[in-house]
């Protein structure tokens, strides 16, 4: 059986009625750009996650990066994250002309460790950037009392976890604003590029909407200002999409709840933690091997029998060659947990369309795997659990 790692052309089959509707109305409107469905889409998005305004914008790198330059952070400021997400978390701090300060993330969660900002903070730091990493809500309440005692931005990196929340927050509600990214692999993509920003904050809004558009809200009159728009053909698309998205995350978490029942007996791997309260979405669903100089065995094993596992993020990003490319970087305390993460990762297939028999193929692939290491003394404690919990991943 061969099992495809992304269902975005099965997810189109399903609902091309709609999508095409929406196509046709932005075509034959004649408006393609900041056009009607723009800003219905926007209207949509902002209503979706309870907040006052929602900005389209060119992809989910500039939407942090915008958000980070509306804020007036740049050259001279540091901007605390961590190693083990997708690279452009990292570059949208140092197009910014930030310094990216990479700290720990937590073992069990793999998303920012607070206590580890904590110790990162010096008179220099401006803001915050948890990724909500794999589909599951950093601690934004750990985060916010940091934030709130140092005087910091938050910007939460939300181009995986669209429809997660965590015990007690809405993803938007603590920060001052949650960037996310449409690209065709996320929960909610579109057919190309596309991100946004969803804030309450009026200023950082109205920032925002002009550096998209050449720094100008009104005809021939700039500030300084770049291209990053988000098309109406685009925003037609996600604005089908996003009338489903609760189902698709739904249909998500329901995969991944098989893949954890299972592989449980598994002695060689680790699964994924969902935290008591909180909805992870599984953007998706990461096992780790207990020892990391078996990960790429799983990985070769799995494709050989035609599913297509792949591994996020196998180079955290300040192990990357020739880092930090003349960029402003450091790395406060141990990154050991993140560079754990970026050894033992493996991503299963994982997308609403999947059917179970593709799923069940995937575990018993995955346990003949583990049956063949289990003897071997593979299942001793590895290095993907061992780090120091906190008090979020405790
Ligand atoms: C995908 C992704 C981005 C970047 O999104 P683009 O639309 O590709 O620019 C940023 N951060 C994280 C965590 C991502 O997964």
Redesign the pocket.
């Known amino acids: 059986m061969k099992v495809e790692f992304y269902g975005h052309v099965r997810q189109y089959q399903n609902i091309q009625a709609e999508i095409d509707a929406n196509l046709k109305a932005v075509l034959a409107s004649g408006q393609y750009v900041m056009g009607p469905m723009l800003k219905r889409l926007e209207a949509e998005l902002a209503a979706y996650h309870g907040t006052r305004y929602a900005v389209g914008v060119g ?4 939407a ?1 990066w915008l958000a980070l330059m509306a804020l007036g952070i740049g050259p001279g400021d540091e901007v605390i994250t961590h190693p083990n ?2 690279f ?2 990292a570059e949208a701090i140092w197009i910014a002309g930030a310094t990216a300060v990479f700290v720990d993330c937590c073992p069990k969660t793999k998303c920012i460790c607070p206590e580890a900002v904590g110790a990162a903070i010096t008179p220099k730091t401006k803001a915050i950037v948890p ?1 909500h ?1 794999y589909g599951q809500c950093a601690d934004m309440i750990a985060l916010k009392r940091i934030a709130d005692q140092h005087k910091l931005w938050l910007i939460e ?1 939300n ?2 976890a669209i429809g997660a929340h965590g015990k007690g927050f809405k993803i938007g509600e603590l920060s001052d604003a949650a960037t996310t ?3 065709i692999q ?1 929960n909610l993509g579109t057919f190309g ?3 946004a920003l969803v804030t309450n904050n009026a200023e950082l809004d109205a920032r925002v909407r002009k550096l998209r558009n050449h720094g100008s809200n009104q005809r021939n009159v700039h500030s300084y200002g770049f291209n990053s728009r988000l098309d109406d053909l685009h925003a037609g698309v996600l604005s089908a999409k996003l009338k489903h998205i609760d189902e698709y995350n739904d249909q998500r978490r329901q995969w991944a709840a098989r893949y954890t029942a299972g592989l449980a007996g598994c002695r060689t791997l680790d699964l994924p933690v969902e935290l008591p309260g909180y909805r992870h979405v599984f953007h998706l669903y990461v096992i780790e091997t207990k020892k990391p100089e078996l990960r790429d065995g799983l990985v070769e094993h799995l494709v050989a029998a035609g599913v297509d596992a792949k591994t996020h993020y196998s180079i955290a990003i300040h192990q990357q060659a020739g880092y930090p490319w003349g960029k402003e970087a450091r790395a406060v305390g141990s990154l050991a947990n993140a560079e754990a993460n970026a050894a033992s990762c493996v991503s299963l297939p994982m997308f609403p369309e999947l059917t179970a028999d593709e799923v069940d193929y995937v575990i018993e692939k995955v346990k003949e795997w583990d049956q063949a290491h289990a003897a071997d003394g593979s299942d001793q404690p590895g290095v993907a659990r061992r780090g120091k919990t906190c008090a979020s991943c405790s």
């Open positions: 992809n989910g790198t500039d942090i997400t997708f452009a978390t990724v990493l990196d181009a995986q990214s449409f690209i996320k590029d596309g991100g």
